[in-house]
């Protein structure tokens, strides 16, 4: 036996490391049996209206523009919004021949988005599926179909999906951001920790029917909505065969802006996901450090960079990336990162977000 599991000193710093190992391992044996969706059987395709909130000029604005032009789905309409006619937003939009109205529903705190997602279900009441577009989504032509599907299902009242970030200059803070937000694809696989994505959701007009009123009071859409569906008893269909595509262009300042926003949202929705995140970031990081420290010891710690590897190989079959060095560099550095950002999103009051200030409550 090395003698370094006989010094006393050492030995009790070993037991919690080794029950934070033992944790995430149950706990990936878990998501791995928990995440399996039924396959469903496609039905009549519902009316669909797709609404896509406009504002200002995103990356690669007309290309996903025309991608979402030219969906293999026979019923469905389109239509964008904007809070005024001199949006650098509707030059795309008459460039590309996507109608467009003004966001003109009356709200007194909601978000730009959300209010621009009212104006359009309250101007085109009789469509029976409403489908939310980012302008900054490349979808695929089987997008539309993939993602309504589910909602012939009279167990379904969502569905969502959830994009890969590609970077768009090769710039280390976009691939930062391509691997940081793959935390939302395990969530979404996840079914007790699912939520619906504004940048691709669908949901049933009966869903917003009787809760327009909390929905047109909401800072984040898609937050609001993932609680609407739970209040109402109706369950989230995670559609990875919908899986669209974000072209991102970030440096570490946009970068840090966006995820301590998007880490912000995600607490304004869960009151102990600050402690769940500290717990789990915490455990990452010690075994990082510990991992990489103590192998020079014994190598049997290695075991404790199993977390790290299992998530570089997920992530290399999920993103399609092969830059292996900056995968293995970045998701070594993760941990560290989001415990900045909820260190961040705690303390935050307020988010911008398009020129716009919100208040978290």
Known sequence: MPAIYTCPSFFPLTIPLWFIFTIWFASL??????SKEPKI????DPN??????CKGADLMMGSNLEAAKHQK???Y??????????DPAVVHLKKHHIPYILSTEACSSCSGKVRAIATAISKYPKFDVYVILDSDVRVGKDWLAELVAPLSSSAYGMSTTYPIYKPYNGRFWEKVKMYWSTVGLSLLEYKKTRFGWGGSLAFEKSLIRHNMGKFKEAVSDDITLTEIAKKEGAAIYYSKKAQPVVFCSETRETFFEWSNRQTALSMLSNNNLFYYGLLKYVSEALMVVFGITLSFIDPIFMLLLLPTATAVTKDYIRTGSRDIISSIVIHLILPFIF???????????TITWRGKTYKLK
């Open 73 to 75: 789905y026979r019923k």
């Open 339 to 349: 415990l900045s950002n909820f260190t961040s999103a705690r303390r935050m009051q």
């Open 41 to 44: 059987s496609k039905g009549p």
């Open 29 to 34: 044996f878990i998501k791995f049996f928990g």
């Open 77 to 86: 309409s389109m239509v964008a919004v904007v809070d005024s006619a001199d």
């Open 48 to 53: 669909a209206l797709v609404i896509i909130p």
